[in-house]
């Protein structure tokens, strides 16, 4: 399946195709201003859309506690649901369980730990090598 969502750069290298191949004329303007302006517009979309971004301080806390997740799963023998860690996990006191489950889902997503459904809850272990 392809992609064919047209995005702002598509849809600039579109119209600048358009305008050097037709009898496009305005009197206010040349095809080349254009053309010119277009393709500066072209590179900035470009630019913007390449650039590496810094994470934010929220993603970076999110990121240590996960890390703090992490290594309590690691030195837990059983597998523990996320009300469980909300108790035993200093770090996680006052969070909901939306957010420490949204705090547990990329780790489960990247394959880290282990997510097992036990007669309808959810428990999660640290991988095993």
């Given amino acids: ?18 305008i050097e191949t037709s009898s496009f004329s305005t009197s206010d303007f040349k095809t080349d201003e254009i053309v010119e302006k277009l393709n500066k517009m072209l590179v900035q979309t470009e630019k913007k859309s390449s650039s590496e971004r810094k994470p934010t301080a929220k993603q970076e806390a999110n990121k240590k506690l996960e890390a703090i997740i992490l290594d309590y799963l690691n030195a837990q023998a059983e597998g523990k649901t996320v009300t469980d860690m909300m108790k035993e996990i200093p770090e996680l006191d006052g969070m909901s369980n939306q957010k420490v489950s949204s705090l547990v889902k990329p780790l489960k997503d990247d394959g880290i730990i282990v997510k097992e459904v036990i007669k309808g809850r959810s428990y999660f272990f640290a991988k095993k090598d």
């Fill in 1 to 18: 399946m392809t992609n064919n969502k047209l995005t702002n750069k598509k849809a600039l290298e579109i119209a600048i195709k358009a």
